[in-house]
């Protein structure tokens, strides 16, 4: 498998150049009418190294919103503050359904299938606002993800939470039936607000790669260094980004790219090639499943050509 920064920097080009020239780009979300403002023709890939090093190409320092790639740092944080105690409120299965769906709810007991899917991250939030109120919680999970990545210049982005308060009644659906069911245990209207603003974190995809070190090199920022969650909860998230991080295009993206991977809405995607890379790669435009196209597309040509495959033998 290839390690050697120059080549991965080759790569990397490579498929920038590849992506400019593709016209089937996918389509802007525009459910969440802030996001339909977002140029298609962005795209950018970053490699978060062992060393520390970042190699990122095409627009690696345009700041986007991450959507439901927040899920993973809010479930670590709710991993690090409940512990296993968490998995009475949320499930470990992939749903093979739409990340909106409330289909499944009402056949299990209100209980949410994995934490990576709407309602099950509307739950995994809910237990976060179980030790803190909402201004304290979105603080918390804020200030993780710049320890991550090291920088402080993260931010959630009010027009894109605001954007999303206004036209989130699918939403509003999910949480309000789980109030019923007794999976959330705070108003409905305060478990959202605090998800709406979780989801609205902006970053650049430099700043997603190196946020999600942690879970290239089992729960530590780089590989022996400083520690942001235990490696059992490392394996355990990144086993679940596999099997739920895409949705019911989990079973796709495991099958073409084969590393864990979570997706979001602002076609955003965040993939970990164990001990090796942490990836950001961010095009807007989403296939028929809500996850990028080129993104995906992206990471299908980097595993193939580095070997990164998780399935590939070390
Ligand atoms: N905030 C978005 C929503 O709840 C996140 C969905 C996503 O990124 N797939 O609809």
Not at 15 to 34: K, L, S
Request: one cysteine or more; a negative charge.
């Amino acid at each position: 498998s290839v390690s050697d920064p120059e080549r991965l920097r080759e790569i990397v080009g490579e498929i920038c150049d590849h992506m400019a020239r593709e016209t089937d780009r996918g389509q802007v979300a525009d459910y969440i009418p802030e996001l339909a403002k977002v140029d298609a023709n962005r795209f950018a890939l970053a490699l978060a190294l062992p060393s520390g090093e970042v190699i990122g190409g095409g627009d690696a320092d345009t700041r986007f919103s991450i959507q439901s790639v927040s899920k993973v740092f809010a479930l670590a944080v709710a991993l690090g503050r409940i512990g296993d105690q968490l998995w009475t409120r949320v499930g470990r299965e992939p749903s093979g359904d739409p990340f909106n769906s409330i289909v499944q709810l009402e056949h299990e007991r209100g209980l949410p299938r994995n934490p990576f899917i709407n309602a099950g991250a509307i739950a995994v939030t809910d237990a976060i606002l179980s030790r803190s109120e909402p201004r304290e919680a979105l603080g918390q999970i804020l200030q993780f993800v710049r320890f991550l990545a090291d920088d402080d210049d993260i931010a959630i982005d009010p027009g894109v939470a605001a954007s999303e308060t206004v036209s989130g009644w699918r939403n509003a659906a999910l949480a309000n039936f789980m109030r019923d069911f007794g999976t959330i245990e705070r108003h409905p209207e305060k478990v959202l607000g605090t998800y709406f603003h979780q989801c609205a974190i902006a970053m650049t995809p430099r700043q997603l790669a190196l946020a999600g070190r942690f879970l290239a090199f089992d729960g530590a920022l780089t590989p022996g260094g400083a520690r942001a969650i235990a490696p059992r909860m490392a394996r355990q998230i990144n086993a679940l980004m596999l099997t739920c991080g895409h949705y019911d295009g989990s079973g796709e993206f495991a099958f073409r790219v084969g590393l864990p991977g979570k997706s979001g809405v602002g076609g955003g995607i965040l993939a970990v090639a164990p001990g090796r890379a942490s990836i950001g790669a961010w095009s807007p435009g989403l296939n028929a499943v809500g996850n990028s196209q080129l993104a995906s597309m992206a990471l299908e040509m980097l595993a193939d050509r580095t070997g990164w495959s998780v399935f590939a033998p070390k």
